[in-house]
Structures are given as structure tokens and as C-alpha cells.
């Protein structure tokens, strides 16, 4: 069944196709290993809040928290014990992220998505079954192990799957999934939290989006590209003409098999990331994720159940910062799907950098000027309700830009020949500094107070003029294509050889969409 037409124009060369149900079908499916990694971001830090986990794992820190009778708004949540518990996972998948990019190389997108779902899904019963400290360590790593197998390979799925049209929509299904994942692991917690046993429900459930991409991923084709990388042409010609929905697919083949031939000439994908040719995307790929975690996401999201229980949920104040917070997530996130692909990735790059550096001072003016340097003061209704509005306009803003674009740039930026490996690199920066912030935030609260909000807007600031001035558009781009962009910009084409161009033609036309500060 084929939707709308959709032809891909770049360099003179037009790309027929379709946008079929096959293909929205098998991005959907991938999208759902998004499903994993949200579903742990939102259960992790509320199970560690419910008393029945800390008094059983972590005793001395359930009793401290019990005496700690403190109102300092700062500092009353600091435990490095807990944080070290919670930012485990992700040195398991930072380091996981490597053998990753071996099997996604070798076996293809889909087995490196079903070993992230199977993986995660053993870590996910261990969990829940814990009795002891080390089931809990082991459940943890191996949970780690399935999202780093997983955010390496689905990225790059959705990206070679997807017409060059519709990349940034199918591709930011991912970033969506993560945000259902986050919003259902919270409104989990909050049920569970009201039982002794809660924990080990909120944390055995983590196996179900895990069992949806592991059935899921047996039921993929591979992509094109990654057939065509391991000889199978005939199989990758007949997936490519059933996911544009045309057997007018000569040209995209060819192209295909070109980057295919010189992937071939490539010994180590590591070693060849350091030549020039590919210094462009991995300088992009590497601070891409750097600069996300530093826009300040974690003290937004952190202060969000304070300020809800002062403008009079009372009780309920973490449900409802969950659950507002979390909806304004999915929409926000819809909005990019609806929009990246027309306006391009530039276009919320910059327009979110802008929101979000406002959002952050005007959230540090408010909370400074409410808790001081002393961390300890109270808030009047009218008073948290701007703080929490500015704080929904921030986590709208971060949905719609940083949050899927963080994923989707880096994975459709690279040659074939070292994709996997880019990915790889992408996914180990991401999951490094997730776990640098995640180890430090809370002591960097306690002793910068509401600085902290004016030390993430200056990096928002500096992660906005990068874009600005070094990160090209890349819509409507074939994925095969991506190195005429480089060429084509002001900065980087200094490191683009005309030996380094393969596709048949390299003339840019203004239908390519390149556009450079």
C-alpha cells in the first residue's frame, strides 16, 4: 500500500518513491526500542524515592533521608550513593555502544536491535526479582548493555529505512518513544509507590517495551544499505523497492552500491574516522551530544515536583509534574515530527537554543530571587506558577529541538563505510556526560544554587552559535549524499576532496536545501 508520492531531489538526480505502509510499519516497530530507554530514564529515579527500595538496598541512606529535617532547597537531596546506583547504566552502555557497532556492522541493524531487546529484557526480570545488592548491579548493567545496543542501531535503522523527505519524522519516532516511555514509567511509579513490593513491579515492567522490540525486530526487514554492505544486493533491491513503494529505484540503488563499493576499501572504520573527509560529522557527532546534556534539562525537570506542590497539588505534586511535564514532552515532540522535515533541522536547532537560554535565566532570576544563596524560602502560589510555566515552555522547547534532533543529526551525517562506528561514537558521548552530569548535578546544586540555571544558559548560548555557524541543513538530503553537504559549506569543505565525491553527480542545486550561515 503506498501514500503520498514523494520525490527526492538533490544534486540534479531525483529519487521517486512512495511513502508506504511497509515502511511506516517497519519504523514504527524500530522506533519502539525508543521504548526502553525512556521506560528507564522515568522509572530509575522514582523507585529510588520509594521507601520500601531504600530501606531494603540502601538502609543508611533511607535512614539519613528520615533525619534529614532540613528545608534548604539546594542541597537536601544530595546522596552520591543513590546517583552512583541510578548513572550506572550508563557506563554499561557507553560501553556496550562498541561491540554494538561490530554486529550492527556485520549482522546487520535488526540483530543489533533484538540483542538490545533481549538483553534488557533478562536485566529487566533480574530487577524485579532482586534479593541483594549484586542481582541489582547485574540487573542494572545489563539493562545498560540493552540501550546502548539499542540507541546504537535504531537511529541508524529509521535513517537508511526512511525517504530523504521524511527522515527527520521517522527518525524523531524514536525520540517520541522515548518520551511514551519516560510519561508511562511515571504514572507506574506513581501507582506503585503506595506499595511495599512496588518497586519490583515498577521495575520488572521495564521487560514489556523490552519484549516489544525483541518479537519486534525479528519481524524487520534489514535495511538497503546494510544488506548491500554484506553482498546481498538482490535482497536489498527488493526491500529498497518495497520501502519506496516503486520499482523505479535504479538511481538510489546505484548510489547505494557506490558507497556500498567504497565501504569495502575501508580495514578499520576507527582509523578512517580520523581522515579529513570525515572530520566534518565526527566533530558534529561528537559535540552534538556533549552540548545536550549540558543544556540543563536535569535542574529543570528537577525542581518541576517542588514547584507543582507549592501551587496546591500537595501530595500529588509528583503525579501532576510527571504527568504535565510528561504530556508536554510527547506533544512537544510531535511537533517536531510534524515540522523537522519542513523547516528543517537548523530551523529548531536555533529556534530552541533561543527559547530555552530565555527560559533558563528567567528561571534562575525566579528561583534566586525566591531561595537566595541559602537555599531556604517559600513560594507563593502565583509566584511558582510563572516559575512552572517557564519551566513547561523550556521542556516543550528541549522536546522539539535538542531532545530528537540530538538523535537524529548524528546518525544521517556519516559515509556507510564508518556509519555504525559514527553511531557508535555518538551514542558512547551521549551516555559518557548523561552519566558526568548525572554524578555531578546534584553536588554542583548544592554549591552553585540557582547559578546552576545561569551555567547551563551559558552553554545553551555557546551550543547556539555552533549551530549556527557549523552545523549545515540536512533535509531532503539523500543519506548517501550527506557529503555534498559538507563540500557545500563555508567551514568544512576544506576537508572535502573531489576524490572524496563517488555519487554521480555532484552539482548542488538549490533544491538541495544546503543552506550555511
Known sequence: MAGGSIVTQVGGKEYPGNFTLFVAMACLVASSGGLIFGYDIGISGGVTSMDSFLSEFFPSVYRKAKEDVSTNQYCKFDSQLLTLFTSSLYVAALASSFAASSLTRTSGRKWSMFMGGITFLIGAVINGLAVNVFMLILGRILLGVGVGFANQSVPLYLSEMAPAKLRGMLNIGFQLMITIGILAANLINYVMSKYDWGWRVSLGLAGVPAFIITIGSLCLPDTPNSLIERGHSEQAKEILAKVRGTKDIQDEFNDLTTACEDSKLIKSQWKDMLEPRCRPPLVVTIL?????????????????????????????????????????????????????????????????????????????????????????????????????????????????????????????????????????????????????????????????????????????????????????????????????VWKNHWFWRKYISESDIHVENVEMTKKSHVKTP
Open 288 to 484: 552534538i551530544p556533549f552540548f545536550q546534556q549540558l543544556t540543563g534539562i536535569n535542574v529543570i525537570m528537577f525542581y518541576a515536583p517542588v514547584l507543582f506542590k507549592t501551587i496546591g497539588f500537595g501530595d500529588d505534586a509528583s503525579l501532576m509534574s510527571a504527568v504535565i511535564t510528561g504530556v508536554i514532552n510527547v506533544l512537544a515532540t510531535v511537533v517536531s515530527i510534524v515540522v523537522v522535515d519542513k523547516y528543517g533541522r537548523r530551523v529548531l536547532f536555533l529556534e530552541g537554543g533561543v527559547q530555552m537560554l530565555i527560559c533558563q535565566i528567567a528561571v534562575g532570576v525566579l528561583i534566586g530571587n525566591a531561595f537566595g544563596t541559602s537555599g531556604v524560602g517559600e513560594l507563593s502560589k502565583t509566584y511558582s506558577m510563572v516559575v512552572v510555566g517557564c519551566i513547561c515552555a523550556y521542556v516543550a522547547t528541549f522536546a522539539w529541538s535538542w531532545g530528537p534532533l540530538g538523535w537524529l543529526v548524528p546518525s544521517e551525517i556519516f559515509p556507510l563505510e564508518i556509519r555504525s562506528a559514527g553511531q557508535t561514537v555518538n551514542v558512547a558521548v551521549n551516555m559518557f556526560f548523561t552519566f558526568i552530569i548525572g554524578q555531578v548535578f546534584l553536588t554542583m546544586l548544592c554549591h552553585m544554587k540557582f547559578g546552576l540555571f545561569f551555567f547551563f544558559g551559558g552553554w545553551v548560548l555557546i551550543m547556539t552559535i555552533f549551530i549556527f555557524l557549523f552545523v549545515p541543513e540536512t533535509k531532503n538530503v539523500p543519506i548517501e549524499e550527506m557529503v555534498l
